[in-house]
């Protein structure tokens, strides 16, 4: 049995607040056991404008973000999924929006680039990621002591082919920010579905509240079981939630109905 933790934050838009709430808040998940925590997407920075995060992007390697995320994982003796950060890119006025997994020596061992950008024009709602985000073009996967993990983010939740890409995966992990609309409507029954269809744990680690810039996210981080049941779940506003990943039913799922095997396309 391995523990699992998802954080969920309300991040701000000052990079020194959200650094004194992750370092918190991966201490919690550590003392509950945790021997792999997951951080929501955009922990380090919710701006004002789409473009505050342009100025906090980091070079691979280097820079205040990555230190503190490669410091808690060798402090805690944790693998580490590090939510996203904003990382440099070869567009003038656009950032990578990646997720950087670390070891438990704090060691950077895997990296995936978010792939679909999110979209949404509705009423009085409006939002292009496009517009200061460049995507990734590679699917993230890496190897836990318990298995296959595989890496998404947010709205690449709506595209089940990135998923099949990722091979058989023990796990997978959805940092997120989903907004209150979409969250509400979508969240869940699209995370149980990954969990369904690839047979196996899915952890999410969620932006939760209303923010300083006025946006509120849905939150819901959750860990649903490889039979689509939800084994914890937190509403809205910070913490953490825990839950184990059982090899042996993760296995008795695939046994009874060997749907992966089943296949044909």
Not at 150 to 157: N, Q
Not at 164 to 190: D, Q, Y
Not at 247 to 264: E, M, Q, T
């Amino acid at each position: 049995m391995t523990t699992v933790a998802a954080i969920q934050m309300v991040s701000t838009p000052h990079l020194d607040d959200n650094l004194v709430t992750v370092r918190r808040l991966v201490a919690e998940a550590a003392g509950k056991g945790a021997t792999l925590v997951a951080l929501p997407e955009y922990w380090p920075i919710m701006g004002m404008t789409d473009v505050d995060k342009v100025a906090l992007a980091e070079a691979p390697g280097a820079g205040p973000i990555q230190d503190c995320m490669a410091e808690l994982a060798r402090e805690h003796g944790i693998w580490l999924v590090g939510g996203t950060l904003p990382l440099v890119s070869p567009s003038a006025g656009k950032v990578l929006n990646t997720t950087l997994v670390y070891d438990p020596q704090g060691v950077s061992m895997s990296r995936y680039d978010k792939i679909h950008l999110f979209g949404f024009n509705k009423g009085a709602e409006s939002y292009d990621e496009a517009r200061t985000i460049v995507p990734g073009d590679a699917v993230g996967v890496f190897d836990a002591p318990f298995g296959r993990v595989g890496l998404s983010v947010c709205y690449d939740l709506r595209f089940p082919e990135l998923y099949r890409a990722m091979g058989e995966c023990a796990l997978i992990i959805v940092p997120a920010a989903f907004t209150f609309t979409t969250g509400r409507a979508h969240w869940e029954v699209l995370l149980r579905a990954r969990a369904i269809e690839n047979q196996c744990y899915v952890l999410a680690a969620a932006q939760g509240g209303m923010h300083v810039n006025g946006r509120r996210t849905w939150g819901h981080s959750m860990l649903v079981d490889p039979w689509g049941e939800v084994k914890a779940v937190l509403p809205e506003g910070e913490g953490v939630i825990t839950g184990e990943l059982d090899p042996a039913f993760l296995r008795g799922v695939r046994d009874s109905l060997p749907a992966l095997r089943h296949r044909k396309l």
